[in-house]
T-cell receptor, first 111, second 114 residues
Framework: AQKVTQAQTEISVVEKEDVTLDCVYE???????LFWYKQPPSGELVFLIR??????QNEISGRYSWNFQKSTSSFNFTITASQVVDSAVYFC????????FGAGTTVTVRA | NAGVTQTPKFRILKIGQSMTLQCTQD?????MYWYRQDPGMGLKLIYY???????DKGEVPNGYNVSRSTTEDFPLRLELAAPSQTSVYFC?????????????FGEGSWLTVV
């Protein structure tokens, strides 16, 4: 069985603050992939990043950064200097034999 | 670039009616999926297909049917619509089944059953 838990339901910040979204996963597989997707108010799902279970190198892409720690089964996502356009629901997902999504974290960035 | 296209975007159904959500992709992906997203929840897999002529159930298949006559198209059929099927439906496709390959999603179809 596999499971993805996003404990934070909603996060509200003021513009330019940093936001960290937590994701904890469970799987018995040794090979798997982790994803983050963004769902803006318009509703579409936007792919942000993919990580495989053998690659624990953290990554920074512009204002986004990801922290993958296999020892704690966590794949956290940080938005630095948040902007209003970052307001969205963010989903963490785990892929091995199927793709499982967390329940999502709603991020609201206020001007 | 069209990617994954699903129609309609919005639909209101009466209880007991039937309808088909259309999905087509132009990336020559073998794998296609239908998910539903309920308010405040993540996505649940309804059905998936690993190629033309092959379909399989996901986590929540009851009340739905699918077919895959071509690589491009993967329609989702709702028979005898029920209020519990009020949801947002996403069609998706990928080069391989899940592991590793990015899954491309359509823009979603908002379905309300009244």
């Amino acid at each position: 069985a596999q499971k993805v838990t996003q404990a934070q339901t909603e996060i509200s910040v003021v513009e330019k603050e940093d936001v960290t979204l937590d994701c904890v996963y469970e799987t018995r597989d040794t090979t798997y992939y982790l994803f983050w997707y963004k769902q803006p108010p318009s509703g579409e799902l936007v792919f942000l990043i993919r990580r495989n279970s053998f690659d624990e190198q953290n990554e920074i892409s512009g204002r986004y950064s990801w922290n993958f720690q296999k020892s704690t089964s966590s794949f956290n996502f940080t938005i630095t200097a948040s902007q209003v356009v970052d307001s969205a629901v963010y989903f963490c997902a785990l892929s091995s034999d199927k793709l499982s999504f967390g329940a999502g974290t709603t991020v609201t960035v206020r001007a | 670039n069209a990617g994954v296209t699903q129609t309609p975007k919005f639909r209101i159904l009466k209880i007991g009616q039937s309808m088909t959500l259309q999905c087509t992709q132009d990336m020559n992906h073998n794998y296609m999926y239908w998910y539903r997203q309920d308010p405040g929840m993540g996505l649940k897999l309804i059905y998936y297909s690993v190629g033309a002529g092959i379909t399989d159930k996901g986590e929540v298949p009851n009340g739905y049917n699918v077919s895959r006559s071509t690589t491009e198209d993967f329609p989702l059929r709702l028979e005898l619509a029920a209020p519990s099927q009020t949801s947002v439906y996403f069609c998706a496709s990928s080069y391989r089944l899940y592991s590793g390959n990015t899954i491309y999603f359509g823009e979603g179809s908002w379905l309300t059953v009244v």
